[in-house]
């Protein structure tokens, strides 16, 4: 399988716990380049850290986020950076919603082997997530022929330059709005059945402020977690910035 991920230290990547489900806790990362059939540059992984609530679960899995530390310690190039964790409170004004961009290695319309950009609306709170009201979630609406595929998984979502959450799945939304909030349906098919790209789907992404704390205690460089991670201040503007080096393919092995 292949997952994607983000350089957050020099001998570090932060990605998606259900990576490695039914799967050793091992591979391999590929970096520096933004098509994944290029593999010049790549890096064992010494150990992989999966938040220890994290239990598997078809539609949304809590606590879906791992860290995986790097046999060897990754040069930093002009090509080559790390990208910095938001350690800021989300707004909570239903009326503002952050633009945030979606990166990732996972399949898209235009082929499947570069890394692709898409630029998303993104929610959260108790009623953004329509029938999954959690808190560390983030959630972005379904657009046709654009979103998260295959692949994706792990990589990061980037609000104003940081990395504020990481991917972890997509569900079909049947009958959801904040009427129905606990009674409609979400159900998830099994990958190979999987259509991406379908505007009844809903991204979901891990909110890495609440795990702050957890990532700091392997990665003492990150930030610590604010005492909350939700704010009614409005902020004024969001800029998009992303750097393509900080993306990374992770290669995981089934033997």
């Known amino acids: 399988g292949v997952c994607s991920g983000t350089l957050i230290h020099s001998e570090w990547a932060l990605t998606a716990a259900h990576c490695f489900h039914n799967r050793p806790l091992f591979a391999k990362v590929f970096y520096g380049t933004t098509n994944k059939l290029l593999r010049n540059h790549s890096v064992n992984s010494a150990k992989v850290f999966i938040h220890p609530k994290f239990r598997y679960h078809?539609?949304?899995?809590p606590y879906d986020i791992a860290l995986i530390k790097l046999a060897n310690p990754i040069v930093l190039t002009n090509f080559v950076q790390l990208l910095p964790l938001d350690a800021k409170e989300w707004p909570q004004?239903?009326?503002?919603?952050?633009?945030?961009?979606?990166?990732g290695f996972g399949m898209n319309k235009y082929d499947n082997f570069t890394l692709h950009i898409?630029?998303?609306i993104?929610?959260?709170?108790?009623?953004?997530c329509s029938c999954l009201p959690y808190r560390k979630l983030i959630c972005v609406d379904g657009i046709y022929q654009d979103g998260i595929c295959m692949g994706d998984s792990g990589g990061p979502m980037i609000?104003?330059?940081r990395l504020v959450g990481v991917t972890s799945a997509s569900v079909e939304i049947e009958g959801c709005s904040r009427r129905s909030l606990f009674s409609c349906a979400v159900k998830q098919k099994p990958e190979e059945?999987?259509?991406c790209g379908q505007t009844h789907e809903l991204h979901l992404f891990t909110y890495i402020c609440p795990y702050l704390n957890w990532i700091?205690?392997?990665?003492?460089?990150?930030?610590?977690?604010?005492?909350?991670?939700?704010?009614?201040k409005l902020y004024r503007k969001?800029?998009?910035?992303y750097q393509l080096a900080t993306i990374i393919t992770i290669r995981l092995f089934i033997n």
Do not use: M, W
């Open 238 to 241: 969001e800029h998009i910035l």
């Open 118 to 120: 898409s630029k998303f």
């Open 193 to 195: 059945e999987r259509e």
């Open 58 to 61: 078809l539609i949304y899995a």
């Open 159 to 161: 609000c104003n330059g």
């Open 122 to 128: 993104a929610k959260h709170g108790l009623t953004a």
């Open 216 to 232: 700091k205690h392997y990665v003492d460089t990150v930030p610590s977690k604010p005492l909350s991670c939700k704010t009614n």
């Open 93 to 103: 004004n239903f009326q503002y919603n952050r633009i945030c961009s979606v990166i």
